[in-house]
């Protein structure tokens, strides 16, 4: 039985993400179909690729994934098929694998050829389905694609560092549900620039000199619950994905507000860390 994610922009509200369940039923009537977000941004690539990177190891090998973002083909965004970690992914060239590309080597690429064949205004309907499919009934890569070795990069997925090494650019990259803002900056990456040494993080008007464990590292649990008032403040951790995140403990954006509403965090803001010299 094949397994096969689903990853978009299309929300709940519309016809879309129905149809291609339906389309994969009608192929491979004993597919296991799984949701893993349909509430991407509208066409954002970070975002998606975030999501992605964090979410396919933790399903069998041999998942095929369906990544519908920023997916209408062109000169400039072609269709690619990837094996990679022993999962298949099927999506657009346009930057979204090249998270999970810059820590894993690919096994295998192609482009996507099967256009001609196949008229479509709805490539993750028409032919990411029929690709699914084509995998999981054990066909190969080669038959719906050309052979390609490399992939298109997402422009500043890497955090900077200065010539002196005091110092760390990164960008916000991703606000989950919480409102809580994901860096680029990984703990691997932050560590081997830190050499243990002192730092601030800088974040619009806000200012962090310690990363803690967990988010409720920021409560003193000494004093009585009704006199904490923890709730709302702000906190750096490095989250279960090990990416930098700027948080607000037990955040809400509606009642105590969140790391994004409370700084004024968004999408590709940046973050900068300075570390004190040696």
């Known amino acids: 039985m094949a397994i096969i994610t689903l990853t978009t922009d299309f929300g709940e509200k519309d016809h879309f993400v129905g149809a291609i369940k339906g389309a994969v039923y009608s192929e491979l009537l004993d597919a296991k179909i799984v949701d893993i977000s349909h509430s991407v941004s509208p066409f954002s690539i970070p975002e998606a690729a975030y999501i992605i990177q964090n979410a396919y190891s933790s399903f069998p090998k041999g998942t095929i994934h369906l990544i519908g973002i920023d997916s209408e083909i062109n000169e400039e965004n072609k269709h690619i098929a990837v094996k990679l970690d022993g999962h298949y992914f099927v999506c657009a060239n346009n930057g979204i694998m090249s998270m999970i590309c810059s820590e894993i080597v690919p096994e295998k690429i192609v482009e996507i050829n099967i256009h001609d064949k196949i008229a479509t205004s709805f490539p993750v309907l028409d032919v990411f389905v029929k690709v699914a499919c084509h995998i999981a009934r054990g066909g190969t890569l080669e038959v719906i694609g050309k052979l390609i070795h490399t992939i298109k990069p997402i422009k500043n997925l890497n955090p900077f560092v200065n010539e002196d090494k005091n110092q760390i650019i990164g960008?916000?990259?991703?606000?989950?549900?919480?409102?809580?803002?994901?860096?680029?900056?990984?703990?691997?990456?932050?560590?081997?620039?830190?050499?243990?040494?002192?730092?601030?993080?800088?974040?619009?008007n806000y200012r962090f000199k310690e990363i803690h464990h967990k988010y409720s590292d920021i409560v003193d649990f000494s004093i009585p619950e009704d006199k904490r008032h923890a709730e709302g403040k702000g906190l750096v951790v490095?989250?279960?994905?090990?990416?930098?995140?700027?948080?607000?403990?037990k955040s809400n954006p509606t009642t105590v507000g969140s790391a994004s509403t409370l700084m004024g965090l968004k999408m590709m803001d940046t973050v900068t860390i300075n570390f004190n010299k040696y």
């Open 171 to 204: 960008m916000v990259i991703y606000i989950n549900n919480y409102g809580n803002v994901v860096t680029n900056i990984k703990r691997k990456f932050f560590e081997s620039v830190q050499k243990g040494r002192e730092f601030e993080i800088f974040a619009r």
């Open 238 to 249: 490095f989250n279960s994905s090990n990416y930098l995140e700027i948080a607000v403990y």
